[in-house]
C-alpha cells in the first residue's frame, strides 16, 4: 500500500526540523548553551590570545639578563558539557613557555623578586610542594587584563640547575580549538626532544 504524499512530505519535515534542532543543540544553541553566550564576562579568542601574550612578554621582558626560551604552546580546557549533554561554549587558555638558560638554585629568589616587581606586588606568597625526589615552587600573580600568571621551578638535590617555566591563564573565554590560536610570540614548543635547559649564561647559570 501507497504512502500518503502528505504524510510523507510530512516525515522529511520532522526529519528535517528534528536535524536542524540536534545540530543547533550540540553546536551551543541549546537552551543551556545559550546561557554561556550571556551573563558571565568571557573574552573573545583574540582578546584572551593578546591578554595571554601580554602577560608572558611582560614577565621575559622584565628578566635581566635576558634568558633564553624554548618556545610555547596554548592549551585549551573546555568545560564539562552541561547536565542535559549540551556541549559548553567557554573555556579556560593557558599558554606555557619554557626557560631555556641555566638557572642555578641560588638564582631563584631573585628571578622570584623580579616577577614581583614585574606585577606591582600583586602576587601570592610562592607555594612549595615535594613530590618524586624534586620539589616544586610556583609564585602566582595578577597579570595582564584578567590573566593569572605563574612562575614555576622544579628543583632537585641531584641536579645543579633549575627548571623554569612562565604560564598565563585565563578561565573564561568563548571556545575555540587549541590551534585557532596560532603560533605564540616566541615560536612554538619543540616537540620529540626532551626540554632541558642548555644555555650557559654568566649571571643565571653560575
Not at 171 to 184: L, N
Request: with cysteine; aromatic share 8%; net charge neutral.
Amino acid at each position: 500500500m501507497k504512502r500518503p504524499r502528505r504524510a510523507l512530505g510530512c516525515s522529511v519535515v520532522a526529519a528535517v526540523v528534528l536535524a536542524t534542532g540536534l545540530g543547533l543543540f550540540y553546536n551551543g544553541y541549546g537552551p543551556m548553551a545559550l546561557m554561556d553566550r550571556g551573563g558571565t564576562t568571557q573574552l573573545s579568542p583574540g582578546e584572551a590570545k593578546a591578554d595571554l601574550d601580554g602577560s608572558l612578554q611582560a614577565a621575559m621582558g622584565a628578566v635581566v639578563p635576558p634568558m633564553a626560551y624554548f618556545g610555547g604552546f596554548y592549551a585549551v580546557d573546555r568545560r564539562p558539557e552541561h547536565a542535559d549533554g549540551e556541549p559548553s561554549l567557554l573555556s579556560g587558555v593557558r599558554e606555557v613557555v619554557s626557560v631555556r638558560t641555566k638557572v642555578t638554585p641560588a638564582k631563584v629568589p631573585v628571578l622570584l623578586d623580579r616577577m614581583r616587581q614585574v606585577w606591582g606586588g600583586q602576587c601570592r606568597p610562592e607555594v612549595t610542594g615535594e613530590a618524586a625526589a624534586k620539589r616544586y615552587t610556583d609564585l602566582n600573580c595578577s597579570g595582564r587584563g584578567d590573566t593569572l600568571f605563574t612562575l614555576s621551578v622544579v628543583s632537585s638535590t641531584t641536579d645543579s640547575t633549575v627548571q623554569v617555566f612562565m604560564s598565563a591563564e585565563v578561565f573564561t573565554v568563548r571556545y575555540q580549538p587549541g590551534a585557532d590560536y596560532g603560533v605564540p610570540p616566541i615560536g612554538e614548543r619543540p616537540t620529540g626532544q626532551e626540554l632541558t635547559p642548555d644555555v650557559d649564561d654568566p649571571y643565571w647559570s653560575h
